[in-house]
């Protein structure tokens, strides 16, 4: 018991003194993306990647578009205590994937949202898209 008295004394005076932890993450891996939109009029929506150079994408007729979304780094990772974590500073969370039909965004995926649509055959993420 004598031996944890100066431990417990010293653990609040520690976690008060490291207060916010920034952990910087490193940059996405360029990630090739297979998107299939379903929509009445698939050919009429673009897909836009937004990222340090935004590049748009047109859509087949048939639904399908193929894009590359270059390597690009998101932030930091904040940890209160160096213990819990209350932010994720990971890429694949960003919604840098922009969905457009004429101007108006209809929709905007991250690409962990992409990798869990579903799949067609072809193994392109399906989106349904209401006109």
Do not use: W
Request: charge should be positive; glycine fraction near 6%; charged fraction near 20%.
């Amino acid at each position: 018991m004598q031996r944890a008295l100066p431990f417990l004394t010293l653990l609040p005076l520690a976690l008060c003194g490291s207060g916010c932890v920034y952990a910087l993450r490193t940059a996405s891996q360029p990630t090739d993306v297979k998107l299939r939109v379903q929509a009445a009029h698939p050919q009429q929506h673009l897909v836009r990647v937004a990222v340090d150079s935004p590049a748009g994408y047109l859509v087949a007729p048939d639904g399908r578009v193929q894009f590359t979304v270059p390597r690009f780094s998101n932030g930091c990772d904040v940890y209160v205590f160096g213990l819990i974590k209350t932010r994720d500073g990971s890429a694949e969370s960003v919604r840098v994937v922009e969905l457009r039909r004429d101007a108006r965004v209809v929709r905007r995926l991250s690409l962990a949202q992409i990798s869990d649509l579903p799949k067609d055959e072809a193994g392109f993420s399906v989106i349904r898209v209401g006109e």
